[in-house]
């Protein structure tokens, strides 16, 4: 199919994204990663992938997923913080474009009408878990490998700060480690991890696995 019509369905869907860009362009509350936006740190951007932000509309993006799911039955790639990821391709026809973009104008109105109290409401006091994490840098003291072989046991979460990680810890999505073995559990990675659970963020661990408010730390001998 590539091979026979990728130029025509390739420029149908530089059209449709085009499209939807344009249509989103008056966005307030809702705030899009568009492609013309410049971000320190970002290396490139696909234009297929459309992040969202609700912060501003004071959306999680738990709520955001959970309306487009529900009440506009458009599946999102993932939600996490205060963003939701929607996944665009060339399969996707003009109609579909067109109904994403009016479902995201529709919560732009409820984000603004009246303070959207009810909203506001469901993205209740748990901290964003996320948003902590580029705050800090690892701290590393043992090998990755002579840790990960070391002898380890799971902890409570009070009796893990200053300890080192005996395992991978990682939010999903994306699912990308914040904490791997061999690195100390500070308080700013200990606060990380109560928010996590708090908010039933996604946290996976790949040895205290089930054991909610603990996590696995190395107990090599004269090492804390």
């Known amino acids: 199919l590539i091979a026979e019509k990728g130029t025509e369905l390739y420029t149908a869907y530089e059209e449709n994204l085009a499209l939807l860009y344009n249509a989103l362009s008056g966005l307030r509350k809702l705030r899009v990663f568009y ?36 009440r506009f039955l458009i ?91 005996a395992e991978y810890i990682s939010l999903y999505p994306p699912g990308i480690p914040f904490l791997v073995p061999g690195e100390r559990i500070t308080e700013a990675l200990l606060s990380v991890l109560k928010d996590a659970e708090s908010a039933a963020q996604g946290l996976r661990k790949s040895r205290s696995t089930d054991d909610p408010g603990t996590v696995a730390v190395v107990t090599l001998p004269g090492i804390s």
Do not use: H, W
């Open 75 to 165: 599946e999102p790639e993932m939600a996490c913080g205060d963003n939701v990821l929607l996944l665009t391709s060339i399969a996707d026809t003009k109609e579909g474009f067109i109904k994403l973009s009016e479902a995201l104008l529709s919560l732009e109105k409820e984000a603004q009408a009246a303070g959207a109290l009810g909203e506001r409401a469901e993205r209740t006091a748990p901290r964003d878990p996320y948003a902590a994490l580029s705050a800090f840098a690892p701290e590393p003291a043992l090998s990755l490998t002579k840790a990960f072989e070391a002898s380890c046991k799971t902890v409570p979460f009070s009796e893990a700060l200053g300890r080192i990680c």
């Open 35 to 70: 492609p013309s936006v410049s971000f320190t740190g970002c290396f490139q951007r696909d234009p297929g992938k459309l992040l969202v932000n609700g912060r501003e509309a004071g959306f999680s993006g738990a709520f955001l997923g959970k309306a487009l799911r529900e």
